[in-house]
Nanobody, 122 residues
Framework: EVQLQASGGGLVQTGGSLRISCVASGFTYDDYVIGWFRQAPGKKREGVSCISRGDGSTYYADSVKGRFTISSDNAENTVYLQMNSLKPEDTAVYYC???????????????WGQGTQVTVSS
């Protein structure tokens, strides 16, 4: 059974940093994509970043380019999202998801973890 466990959210001030993690388990193959999505109250879930475990390629939404960095520790089956220069508009529940295609679209992902709350105070 595939499981994704997100953790590391919290409260941080504007301009601060936070690193969230996603531990994946239950996969029978290695070449999958992990994506990070976020959903703010009253808004649609949006793609933030994704990484391919196969070749390490990464993608970012324009809103986070230059501030967020996604990385993967394949030995630990863990994907990290390092978030720097955080802004109040980054406040949301962050979800990790697994799929097979490097797209920042919710429909491209088959498995979802529970969310972790990130709150950026102004």
């Amino acid at each position: 059974e595939v499981q994704l466990q997100a953790s590391g959210g919290g409260l941080v001030q504007t301009g601060g940093s936070l690193r969230i993690s996603c531990v994946a388990s239950g996969f029978t193959y290695d070449d999958y994509v992990i994506g990070w999505f976020r959903q703010a109250p009253g808004k649609k879930r949006e793609g933030v970043s994704c990484i391919s475990r196969g070749d390490g390629s990464t993608y970012y939404a324009d809103s986070v380019k230059g501030r967020f960095t996604i990385s993967s520790d394949n030995a630990e089956n863990t994907v990290y999202l390092q978030m720097n220069s955080l802004k109040p508009e980054d406040t949301a529940v962050y979800y990790c998801a697994a799929g097979e295609v490097e797209l920042l679209l919710t429909d491209a992902y088959d498995y979802w973890g529970q969310g972790t709350q990130v709150t950026v105070s102004s």
